[in-house]
C-alpha cells in the first residue's frame, strides 16, 4: 500500500484540486487548526483516508526542515545527556522574565514529554533534569517556547554499552 503524509502549520484544504486516494493508497493529513475537503475530494473504494487536527503538527518536520527554518537551530540550549544514569540535563538562559514551556519529540513527531507547561522563569540560567531512561532511542527534539521565540534543539539517546 502507498502510504502520504501531508501536514501543514495551519490548514490543509484540497479547494480547486481534485484530489483523488486511489484504491491501496494509504492518505493521512494532519494539520493544526482544520482539514478542509472541498468539491472534488474523492476517496476510492480499497483506499484509506485520514485527517487529523493536531496542535504540534508544525513540529512534525525532518531535522533538516527543522534547521533550514529556523536558523537558530540548536543554540541556546546545552544538553548534557548520561544514558547510564537514565538522566537528561536541559539548559537554557532567559534574558529577561518569561513564560517558558517545553516539550520534546521523537522522530516521528510524538510528543514523548513535557518537562515544563507555561511555567514563569526570572532572567538567567535555568537547568532542567528530564527522566530518559524510558525515552525511545535515537533522535530527540526539544522545543522551548518563551515570551519571545520558539528555540529548537536535538539529541541522540543510544543504547548504553
Not at 101 to 106: G, K, N, R, V
Amino acid at each position: 500500500m502507498d502510504m502520504t503524509t501531508v501536514r501543514a502549520g495551519q490548514t490543509i484544504t484540497t479547494a480547486n484540486n481534485n484530489v483523488i486516494v486511489l484504491s491501496g493508497a494509504d492518505v493521512t493529513y494532519v494539520a493544526q487548526q482544520s482539514v478542509e475537503l472541498e468539491s472534488g475530494f474523492q476517496a476510492q473504494q480499497g483506499g484509506l483516508f485520514y485527517a487529523y487536527i493536531d496542535e504540534c503538527a508544525d513540529l512534525v518536520m525532518t531535522i533538516a526542515q527543522l534547521s533550514e527554518e529556523h536558523k537558530n537551530f540548536g543554540e541556546g540550549i546545552h544538553i548534557n545527556t548520561n544514558p547510564l544514569s537514565g538522566k537528561t540535563n536541559i539548559s537554557y538562559d532567559l534574558q529577561q522574565v518569561s513564560t517558558v514551556s517545553m516539550e520534546l519529540y521523537d522522530v516521528n513527531g510524538q510528543r514523548i514529554a513535557q518537562p515544563l507547561n507555561t511555567f514563569q522563569q526570572q532572567a538567567g540560567v535555568h537547568t532542567v533534569t528530564v527522566q530518559s531512561k524510558n525515552f525511545p532511542r535515537g533522535m530527540i527534539v526539544v522545543m522551548l517556547r518563551t515570551n519571545e521565540e520558539i528555540r529548537y534543539s536535538r539529541f541522540t539517546l543510544a543504547t548504553p554499552p
